[in-house]
């Protein structure tokens, strides 16, 4: 007989061992559902009511600046905003003021921008509960995002940006449902709600094009091919998308049906409409400004990545690479097909937004970056919801592999809530504008103060919005007419806005920035607007004019109205003795915005620039008219005045550092408007005077003309090397400062 091979006797683990695997390794199947209905329902209610309660209570409580004064003063009467229009944000507007019994317009469509920013948290909690199959992961995911600080920001103010962030993850929503249906029917039947959310979303934000198309490719592939639809459902699925875009029907009737006080074009033809639609009036479609592109590619990407690593952190994209690098791997399931349109949609916004923005990244401008970091909100939102997943994958891996606390709902639970703590206590200071009333302090420092019915120019979103809203809305000073110069530079406005909301002001057609004799028929520059109106209306401008508009220079002085100016025909008037016709500006005046709470890149920044840069108008008008002027004395005797006002903003500006309101380094806002041209009156004066050759005088004045001169440019020099700016008039300055005296030495005016 042979022998049979006996099978070896497999070794048993000691009873101490088996204990401590099953301690800290366990198996959990992938697709095991980790969450009930139950805990869904509590969970998702509760990250609803908290994003409301957390909005609400840091939610601004009037006018935020930016483009929210212009939606509100447009959906008050039902007129259009700036291309492409957004008709359906327009609407809701002009619902919620109407609807909502209580607060300003501004706060009511605050309010509903707090509602659309808690239900978009509400779409990433179900994204990532359904997805991920887990919904305390879906808290965590939703609140974090919520609670960060640029979605916080936008999810308080109204503006379009909230509602944008609702319809591109409700989208993302409408493309698991259409995953997940089985029966043809069913299939027909989501891509036709896809197409009708799609369609409504194009009616708010067209950057929300870029979700669409790679998701409606999908919908057509799946409808048409593998369900083997026909053209005609085909064509009733196109009809959805079309009845969502219905809301561009608003724009037409504003047009007909209403005499809106502000609004932005003429649409008594299909023509104008599409115009609008398609932003061809701002002469871009998706590039933030028209013009070239000023950054490549991967500049734009990177500057995304640097953004959203400090917003959402590098574990965000650490979970959504860990995503990519696993589950992606698995066979055709549904969370795969889901998770593949979700980066689809990121890919087409990436290849295509991040190709034509052409902010120019290089140049550090704070309030271009604040332009920028707006269309990141989109692109995050795909993010988070991929490192949301990631995450539920990543604890299934942990839990299998190291320890079975990773996969305990009590664990995850805690572990949620502490970091959605430290992300409220990380964002609630700086996003908390529950008493952020700047903007009604910006207004009544000046409209208080003007003449009955005064024409006030404006250029620029702060000035614009700010004083329009507060004019209409408020009814402060509803005399007060005020009339954005880029409306006076469209075909369309002198026939639809001018008879209505500007009567009795002559429009002598389209306003261009040409000299007189270069303008053509039917077109006018500042100086003929001016000598046609100057005489029936005081008439004033905010944000001063275009760089390129000089026509009013040779008969008219700009007399500083505080943050504004005032035209007076020159004559034979002395600058001197209409320079003071209005009280200086004091910043101690109204409450100002602090600047170490608002960075470079938010308007409260700019508002407050703005203030310091008045400081020295009234000498920066002198040392206009000392330019203008040839003769020697009237040249040293404007110098003169204008050197004790500029002094006099100088020390306003010290006070302000003394009283706590500024510190030192806030020179590096005023280096330019006080310190370079302190420095050109100094040494200007001090060369006039050594010209005079009176020898008291000279001994008097020009040493302490000197040490102003040198103090004041060295301050410039300082600011303008770490700004980079002016390089140029930096390295003669400091050619300037490098002699021991000045004696004999001219200064050009």
């Not at 908390?432 to 006030?456: G, K």
């Not at 600047?595 to 470079?600: A, M, N, R, S, T």
């Not at 330019?627 to 004790?644: D, F, I, K, P, S």
Request: one cysteine or more; hydrophobic letters at 45%.
């Amino acid at each position: 007989m042979v022998a049979k091979d006996k099978k070896p006797k497999k070794s048993r683990p000691s009873s101490a061992t088996k204990k401590d695997s099953e301690n800290t390794v366990c198996s959990i199947p992938e697709d095991a559902s980790v969450t009930t209905d139950t805990e869904s329902t509590i969970l998702g209610a509760v990250v609803f009511l908290l994003s409301c309660g957390v909005y609400c209570l840091t939610m601004y409580p009037g006018l935020p600046m930016g483009d929210s004064g212009e939606f509100m003063v447009t959906s008050i009467d039902f007129g259009v905003s700036h291309p492409p229009g957004y008709p359906l944000f327009t609407t809701l507007c002009y619902a919620a003021i109407n609807l909502i019994p209580l607060g300003s317009p501004a706060w009511r469509i605050n309010l509903l921008s707090v509602l659309f920013g808690a239900l978009f948290n509400l779409v990433i909690f179900l994204l990532v509960s359904k997805i991920g199959r887990n919904s305390i992961v879906g808290l965590l995911t939703a609140c974090w995002i919520g609670f960060s600080r640029l979605f916080w920001m936008w999810s308080i103010q109204g503006e379009i940006f909230s509602l944008n962030n609702f319809f591109c993850a409700l989208l993302m929503l409408r493309a698991y449902y259409f995953e997940a249906a089985v029966e043809r029917n069913e299939v027909y039947r989501q891509a036709k709600i896809s197409a009708l959310v799609s369609g409504l979303s194009l009616s708010n934000q067209h950057t929300s094009v870029l979700y669409i198309a790679p998701f409606a490719l999908r919908v057509a592939y799946r409808t048409l091919i593998t369900e083997k639809h026909g053209i005609a459902d085909a064509v009733r699925i196109s009809l959805c998308g079309l009845v969502g875009m219905s809301w561009y029907l608003q724009m037409p009737l504003s047009n007909f049906l209403v005499t809106p006080r502000v609004t932005w074009g003429d649409f008594s033809s299909f023509h104008n409409l599409v115009r609008h639609m398609l932003r061809l009036d701002y002469g871009s479609s998706f590039v933030l400004v028209a013009g070239t592109s000023k950054s490549t590619f991967f500049q734009n990407f990177a500057a995304f990545f640097r953004d959203s690593s400090t917003e959402l952190s590098f574990g965000t994209w650490c979970c959504a690479m860990f995503l990519v690098a696993t589950a992606l791997r698995n066979s055709a399931s549904l969370p795969k097909r889901v998770l593949c349109v979700i980066l689809s949609m990121l890919a087409c916004y990436f290849a295509v937004f991040c190709t034509l923005a052409n902010i120019d990244l290089s140049e550090g401008d704070g309030l271009s970056r604040g332009v920028l970091e707006r269309f990141w909100m989109q692109p995050s939102v795909g993010l988070i919801v991929v490192a949301g997943v990631g995450l539920c994958k990543l604890l299934l891996f942990l839990a299998a592999r190291v320890h079975c606390i990773f996969s305990n709902k009590g664990f995850q639970l805690v572990l949620a809530v502490a970091l959605i703590s430290v992300q409220v206590q990380k964002n609630y200071a700086e996003n908390n504008e529950s008493d952020n009333h700047y903007s009604l302090h910006y207004a009544n420092s000046i409209l208080p103060i003007l003449p009955p019915n005064s024409l006030m120019l404006t250029g620029g979103d702060l000035p614009t919005n700010v004083f329009r809203y507060h004019t209409i809305c408020e009814q402060i000073r509803p005399d007060v007419r005020v009339l954005d110069m880029q409306f006076m530079a469209a075909d369309w406005f002198r026939d639809v806005l001018a008879p209505t909301t500007f009567t009795g002001v002559n429009i002598p057609g389209v306003y261009r920035p040409y000299k007189t004799d270069k303008l053509k028929t039917g077109q006018y520059n500042l100086a003929v607007f001016l000598e046609k109106n100057i005489d029936k209306f005081d008439i004033f401008v905010c944000n001063s004019v275009r760089s390129d508009e000089t026509s009013h220079q040779e008969n008219f002085y700009m007399i500083p109205v505080r943050t504004c100016k005032q035209f007076i025909r020159k004559s034979d008037r002395n600058p001197v003795e209409v320079v003071d016709k209005y009280p200086a500006i004091k910043l101690n005046e109204w409450p100002m915005p602090p600047l170490h709470q608002y960075e470079d890149r938010t308007w409260e920044h700019t508002l407050m620039l703005t203030y310091i840069n008045s400081l020295g108008e009234r000498g920066n008008m002198l040392w206009l008219a000392a330019v203008a002027t040839t003769h020697t004395q009237n040249r040293r005797y404007l110098l003169e005045h204008g050197l004790v006002r500029m002094e006099a903003g100088v020390k306003e500006f010290e006070r302000a550092v003394e009283s706590g309101l500024l510190k030192e380094d806030d020179w590096s806002l005023a280096y330019d408007h006080l310190g370079k041209n302190m420095g050109h009156f100094c040494m200007i004066l001090r060369w006039l005077v050594e010209q005079d050759g009176d020898q008291k005088i000279m001994a008097e004045r020009l040493p302490k003309l000197e040490a102003c001169g040198r103090k004041y440019w060295q301050i410039f020099v300082d600011y303008a090397s770490l700004m980079r700016k002016e390089q140029q008039l930096v390295s003669e300055l400091r050619r300037y400062l490098a002699m021991k005296s000045f004696m004999g030495l001219s200064f050009a005016i």
